[in-house]
């Protein structure tokens, strides 16, 4: 079963950080794209971070200057690093990723559960 395990997620005050993890597991042999959304309950949900395979990275403007999203690909691994948090950041975070199946050329795109970050003033 080809999935994504989210994991980092929690309670941090204002001005603090987190990092958040997400593994691909399963029959893969790598991953193209790999991203951050997050979703706050009642809206839709929004893109935070992007990151190709060869690292070119592209941030929402809320986040630009204070998140990092980087990537292991030898772990097929995706992180994302939340420096000066704020209230508005709390949210439950997805990570969302196209995933290279072994075999013939396939690539399915992966959702995460999702990991909850709460930022309290």
């Known amino acids: 079963q080809v999935q994504l395990v989210e994991s980092g997620g929690g309670l941090v005050q204002a001005g603090g950080s987190l990092r958040l993890s997400c593994a691909a597991s399963g029959k893969i042999s790598g991953s193209n794209a790999m991203a951050w959304y997050r979703q706050v309950p009642g809206k839709q949900r929004e893109l935070v971070a992007t990151?190709?395979?060869?690292?070119?990275?592209n941030y929402a403007d809320s986040v630009t200057g204070r998140f990092t999203i980087s990537r292991d690909n030898a772990k097929n691994t995706v992180y994302l690093q939340m420096n000066n948090l704020k209230p508005e950041d709390t949210a439950v975070y997805y990570c969302?990723?196209?995933?290279?199946?072994?075999?013939?050329?396939?690539?399915?795109?992966?959702w995460g559960q999702g990991t909850l970050v709460t930022v309290s003033s």
């Open positions: 969302n990723a196209g995933l290279v199946l072994i075999g013939p050329y396939r690539s399915l795109e992966v």
């Open positions: 990151c190709t395979t060869n690292g070119r990275t």
